[in-house]
């Protein structure tokens, strides 16, 4: 049977080779289709881990509220961090105790990066 792939800007039908095709799966879903290569190199999902506290935007660390080993709990301030001259409070996102402060005051934290590990 031959495998077909939609244009949907000339919206024509073109076949697609065999060799071409691959197993696309989604959920308990499974379809044979082509992959761009952005797809194939795209980083795979990892499930978040609430004991790392991470800068969800760019800026620079002014004041940690806790110390290493202070007993924490979900959604107790841990640190500010000053993005565009706004202050933010960054928040325990599980309880724990303080493993690592990862920066210093007025040290600058990139997007992404650990700001605090709990244990």
Not at 18 to 25: A, P, S, Y
Not at 30 to 54: C, D, Q
Not at 62 to 68: G, I
Not at 86 to 104: R, S
Request: with cysteine; glycine share 6%; aromatic share 6%.
């Amino acid at each position: 049977m031959d495998e077909f792939n939609i244009n949907l800007y000339t919206e024509e039908l073109y076949p697609v080779p065999e060799d071409k095709l691959e197993i696309f799966r989604l959920g308990d879903d499974a379809y044979r289709t082509t992959l761009s290569e952005k797809h194939k190199n795209k980083k795979g999902w990892e499930p978040v881990n609430l004991k790392l506290i991470k800068a969800q935007i760019p800026g620079i660390m002014r004041k940690a509220y806790v110390k290493v080993g202070d007993k924490v709990n979900l959604g107790d301030k841990l640190v500010v961090l000053e993005a565009m001259k706004m202050k933010n409070d960054i928040l325990a996102t599980d309880k724990g105790v303080v493993k690592e402060i990862c920066f210093k005051t007025g040290e600058r934290v990139a997007k992404g990066e650990i700001m605090v590990r709990l244990k």
